[in-house]
């Protein structure tokens, strides 16, 4: 059968979550802090709105770039939320997650032997997806010390004259960093003076615990290379809808638009519409979540400090990422010995990249009293493990 | 940070000072601070608990009634609700706009109670014109919270 394979495909290494995942998999018991994805149910009035979307027969493929109502929809909200103006006839593109807009928009613009600038730790798809378009993966290894924000020198390091892309993961998954208007600014600079591209990863923009986000795309001179992307799982509780949208210079959405239309036709339907009541009158969900999330930030926060666990403080998406270098151990080794003798899955921070060593991601996409019996489970294991030593 | 403090306790009124604190990421001094003054401007009205009684085998009945007042001079909404809110039976007395003019909330351990409150003591008050009385069959939902709801996380356990 390998004959019959694809050599690149081969060579992509499978996730690092999926091998972790088979082993809590197995354990019936174990409670998990693992997930990716919002434990709040998408808000009924959007749900409905699917319903109606089915009942009314609404069962058949939309135009190419979306529902024509959807993209203005979001052409308003990126408006009232960022300073952001994009034309929703030719700049708005409605993709199946924001994971397709990372794909197609990688491959719009990559040409063989173009490097793509990922810096790390980050979301899981960026390399392989660079890789896929025939780039070479150019990665950052961001620090600890600078609250996993990007400086300008290290972009400036990884620039070549291969450089195309630079992917933009804020607020950041794993680590909950976010980057504020003057890292953007800085950031922003190199770009202009460089000439290349931006795919700024915005699906957490409605998550941030310290001001509001800022788009790049907002900062003078960058709309015209940037591609956002933004979409409905993370800010709406809407994952299993499959639905985000890609933003960029209508030339760039025009060649993006070809490889959705022949790859995907166009996103789920019943999605569309009922993203479209999110858009209208889901502010007010957001709001609530992201006081429930913040909360448990806090409480986290507090909880590490208490029993003195090493953490910048987050300010972005629902995660948190731990140090736990002091306990001599790689992140692989610490997750599974906790999984293991407490019972609690966590992601080593090495799934999203090798700079992820010696850290854990952990979400707070769980309610309070789920945090509370796993932290507890987190300091009953420290504490032993510190006493050990 | 005074709203979001009152639908935390909203949610749950055991929560203590230290947790609020870390929660609202305010002191301890403020948490209390903020509390005895929305104590004291009536505010917070209490601390009470949500039971599903139904799964009890204590029996209760509740019945939502409608009045229709007529006023008299000197004898507005106001007066006419005091003298039947004061029963301790009586769980709610709202004004309502449309077509009644008072709703009760009434509970009971009996049909029969509940009855016997209508007819002798809430109809015979002067200004209540009529009276129609709904008996609640079940609870689905309470204070905001699904009753008999499973809590079960249908998520994957690891997802990046």
């Known amino acids: 059968m390998r004959k019959f394979l694809s050599d690149s495909v081969i060579n992509i290494k499978p996730s690092g979550i999926r091998k972790f995942f088979d082993i809590v998999s197995e354990m019936k018991d174990a409670i998990s802090l693992g997930v990716g994805e919002p434990d709040f149910d998408t808000p009924w009035h959007i749900r409905e709105e699917g319903i109606y979307a089915l009942e009314r027969g609404k069962t058949f493929y939309t135009s190419n770039a979306g529902l024509k109502d959807l993209r203005f929809e979001i052409s308003k909200y990126l408006k009232r939320h960022f300073e952001l103006n994009y034309n929703p006839e030719n700049e708005i593109l409605v993709t199946v997650g924001g994971s397709e807009a990372i794909d197609i928009g990688l491959r719009a613009v990559i040409n063989p032997g173009d490097e793509v600038i990922i810096p790390q730790p980050s979301y899981v798809s960026y390399e392989p997806c660079a890789i896929l378009a025939g ?192 306990f001599g151990m790689t992140s692989e080794e610490f997750a599974t010995k906790f999984l293991q003798e407490e019972k609690v899955a966590l992601v080593p921070g090495t799934a999203f990249g090798d700079c992820g060593e010696g850290f854990l991601r952990i979400s707070y996409a769980y309610s309070l009293e789920n945090l509370k019996i796993a932290i507890g489970r987190l300091e009953h294991f420290i504490s032993r493990l510190r006493s050990e030593n | 940070m005074k709203e979001e403090l009152l639908s935390i306790l909203e949610k749950n009124s055991r929560i203590d000072f230290s947790e609020l604190a870390v929660l609202l990421g305010v002191s301890e001094e403020e948490v209390l601070k903020q509390l005895s003054e929305l104590e004291k401007e009536g505010v917070i009205c209490g601390y009470h608990t949500l039971i599903n009684w139904e799964k009890t085998s204590i029996e209760k009945v509740m019945a939502l009634i409608e009045v229709k007042l007529t006023l008299q001079r000197g004898r507005g909404f106001d007066s006419i609700a005091e003298r039947i809110y004061n029963y301790p039976e009586v769980r709610a007395v709202y004004l309502i706009s449309g077509g009644y003019d008072l709703l009760v909330i009434l509970e009971e351990k009996t049909l029969k109670e509940i009855a016997s409150f209508v007819s002798g003591k809430l109809s015979t008050i002067d200004g209540v014109l009529s009276t129609a009385t709904h008996f609640i069959l079940k609870k689905y939902k309470d204070h905001g919270t699904i009753l008999n709801k499973e809590d079960k996380d249908e998520r994957e356990v690891i997802t990046p």
């Not at chain 1, 025009?254 to 009541?277: D, L, N, R």
Request: hydrophobic share 40%; glycine share 4%.
């Open chain 1, 135 to 326: 780039a070479k993966p150019v990665i950052i290894d961001l620090k600890a010390e600078n609250e996993f924000r990007l400086t300008a020198d290290e972009l400036l390091s990884a620039i070549t004259d291969k450089t195309k892309v630079l992917i933009l993961p804020y607020p950041n998954n794993p680590t909950g960093a976010i980057m504020e208007r003057e890292d953007l600014e800085k950031i922003a600079k190199v770009i202009k003076e460089k000439d290349i591209l931006v795919m700024s990863d915005e699906i957490y923009s409605e998550l941030t615990y310290k001001g509001k986000h800022v788009s790049i795309a907002e900062l003078d001179g960058m709309k015209e290379r940037t591609i956002l992307i933004n979409g409905f799982s993370k800010s709406y509780a809407m994952t299993g809808w499959r639905l985000g949208y890609a933003c960029a210079p209508k030339e760039l959405i025009q060649q993006m638009t070809k490889i959705h239309q022949f790859a995907i036709m166009c996103a789920p339907t019943t999605s569309q519409y009922a993203a479209v009541e999110a858009l209208k009158t889901g502010d007010e969900d957001v709001i609530k979540m992201r006081q429930a999330y913040n909360q448990r930030r806090r409480f986290l926060m507090d909880a590490f400090k208490k029993m003195g666990l090493s953490c910048f403080e987050p300010y972005g998406a629902f995660y948190v990422f731990p140090c736990i270098k002091e």
